[in-house]
């Protein structure tokens, strides 16, 4: 570990006596610099001015979305060099140190810009990633993450106590007594950037937030504290095209010290896929899905109870569709619209199946029921989109997850045995004006779809359970829950009104089919009753097409 002590002092002095022709840039501590790499450049990263209290300094860097290499050595070398979009060194100090010297240049075949800035810490403080053993790098203060459509994971190295300039520093894992780097505490942090703005402004706004422990301390939001003990691992439910950065603060509880490690950002997508990339988020199939659902939602929102086979056919159509999806999906590598389509498809059928089995059957409780059911997955799924679901109990146990879920879920439509008309009132104002809010979802982000679509993952995920689940909530989102609520009221009192005087639902036609033949079978009276029946009917109509016409002309005498 003594090179990554003495090679930043001894190369500054090796970079002296050498002509520079290259750029070079002036940092000042904590100060942000914007600085621009040109192709096949290398630019020299240099902070003068070192207060001599300072044991060791960090030089992070940080663009949009392409790679820079920031090396302890002009020529990058593996086990001296971080290539990455969010990178970070770092250097320890010497007694009587006052400047420092690093490298940037861009690894790929175009220029790259980006930020940075040098962070200066004392002797009392943790140092970042000291003690990590997986990264090239002796001591390694990056965040790392990956994602995937479902979760995304942030890691990092363990931390070690700090030392004196020159000092050796202390042993990761001889003891875990009170006076090594297991009394450390990790504090992981998230930052959600505005909604919908993947520009590099607002990137580099953020970061200037929250680059250091105080900043990101108050602007961020503290997802949990970890122990020395514990994983330096964390799973997060991804969300394409948000803007999310996430920083670890680790603290010493016995010296109330603490320091940042480099922050790093993620937007879960690809910046330079052509299909689905971050500029162009969203499916042409999901949009049109959506769009046909948001139009059948605001439909059934005001005028769900009144025309009830169409409620019908469109709650059974959801959640065929919907569990459909996600067993086509565990058990098949089809292509999404594939999937999407077929999905589609059998939710017509469930649509078609529900609205006969009340046709034939009759049976208005055994639909509400159905219905209830769908308020109760939304409302179960409303309750596990809040803190709630980041519960230690619900991210541990897919068993404690489910079964909280099926409870809320199947409480619903008890209610609905007492009160059926205004359940299935209520269900088609809530569930039709959240139809709306996915509708418009297809077209601006809004937070809100992740009630369900959370859901959706951990269906589809087995991993997904340990991954917390935070959303944004800004602007657009208030916006859509306003509205959400207005459709909602708006349509369930529209709804009540209309339908005080009525029946509390239609009746089946097929009963009312066979109550109508009893009634021309047994009442003489009725004109109806003398009618033929339907096969004697069409039997008459054939013999008068096949039949031999009578000649025209009298043949009988006129009767008096």
Not at 143 to 148: P, R
Request: with cysteine; glycine share 6%; hydrophobic share 45%.
């Amino acid at each position: 570990m003594s090179h990554w002590m003495w090679g930043p002092l001894l190369l500054f002095f090796a970079c002296e006596v050498q002509a520079q022709v290259e750029n070079r840039v002036t940092f000042l501590p904590g100060a942000f610099q914007n600085v621009n790499v040109s192709l096949n450049e290398t630019v020299e990263a240099v902070v003068t001015r070192i207060p001599p209290d300072v044991a060791f300094i960090t030089l992070q860097f940080h663009t949009l979305h392409r790679n820079a290499t920031l090396s302890y050595t002009r020529i990058p070398d593996e086990s001296l060099s971080l290539t990455a979009v969010d990178s970070g060194l770092l250097s320890a100090l010497q007694p009587a140190q006052t400047q420092l010297l690093l490298f940037l240049s861009s690894p790929e075949e175009e220029p790259v810009s980006g930020t940075g800035v040098f962070l200066s810490y004392s002797s009392t403080a943790p140092v970042p990633g000291a003690c990590n053993l997986e990264s090239s790098l002796d001591v390694d203060p990056n965040v790392y993450i990956s994602y995937n459509l479902y979760e995304t994971t942030v890691r990092f190295g363990p931390a070690n106590l700090g030392n004196e300039r020159g000092q050796t520093p202390a042993a990761c894992d001889v003891s875990t007594a009170s006076n090594t780097r297991w009394r450390l505490e990790y504090d992981v942090y998230q930052y959600f950037l505005p909604e919908s703005d993947l520009s590099e402004s607002s990137l580099f706004s953020g970061l200037q937030a929250v680059a250091n422990a105080r900043g990101m301390a108050a602007s961020g939001r503290l997802v949990v504290t970890l122990k020395s003990t514990d994983k330096t691992a964390m799973a997060f439910s991804s969300i394409p095209g948000q803007g999310v950065i996430y920083s670890v603060i680790v603290r010493d509880p016995m010296l109330n010290t603490s320091a940042s490690y480099v922050p790093a950002h993620t937007y879960a997508c690809s910046f330079t896929s052509t299909l689905d990339g971050c500029q162009t988020l969203g499916k042409i199939s999901t949009k049109i899905f959506f769009t046909i659902a948001g139009l059948a939602g605001l439909f059934i929102c005001f005028f769900g109870h009144r025309f009830f086979k169409c409620e019908l056919f469109c709650m059974g159509f959801s959640f065929a569709a919907f569990f459909f999806f996600v067993l086509i999906t565990r058990t098949t590598q089809l292509d999404y619209d594939i999937r999407l389509t077929v999905s589609a498809v059998v939710g017509v059928v469930g649509g078609v199946v529900l609205v006969i089995s009340w046709w034939r059957f009759g049976s208005v409780m055994a639909c509400v029921v159905v219905v209830g059911l769908m308020l109760g997955f939304l409302v179960a799924a409303i309750v596990l989109f809040t803190p709630l679901g980041d519960l230690d109990v619900f991210r541990n146990s897919d068993v404690v997850f489910w079964v909280t879920f099926c409870c809320i879920m199947v409480t619903l439509p008890l209610l609905f045995v007492r009160w059926p008309r205004e359940g299935n009132i209520v269900t088609c104002g809530i569930v039709g004006a959240y139809a709306v809010v996915l509708a418009v979802n297809a077209y601006v982000y809004t937070s809100l779809s992740y009630i369900t679509l959370n859901i959706l993952k951990r269906f589809l995920n087995n991993n997904f359970s340990a991954a917390f689940t935070d959303a944004p909530f800004q602007t657009i989102d208030y916006a859509m829950i306003t509205v959400w609520a207005l459709l909602g009221v708006c349509g369930v009192v529209l709804q009540l009104y209309r339908e005080r005087s009525r029946p509390f639902f239609p009746p089946s036609p097929y009963l009312m089919w066979l109550q109508e033949r009893e009634r021309r079978k047994t009442n003489v009276l009725d004109p109806s009753h003398h009618v033929p029946s339907l096969p004697g009917r069409l039997v008459e109509r054939v013999r008068q097409l096949i039949g031999r016409r009578e000649p025209a002309g009298e043949h009988t005498p006129l009767l008096l």
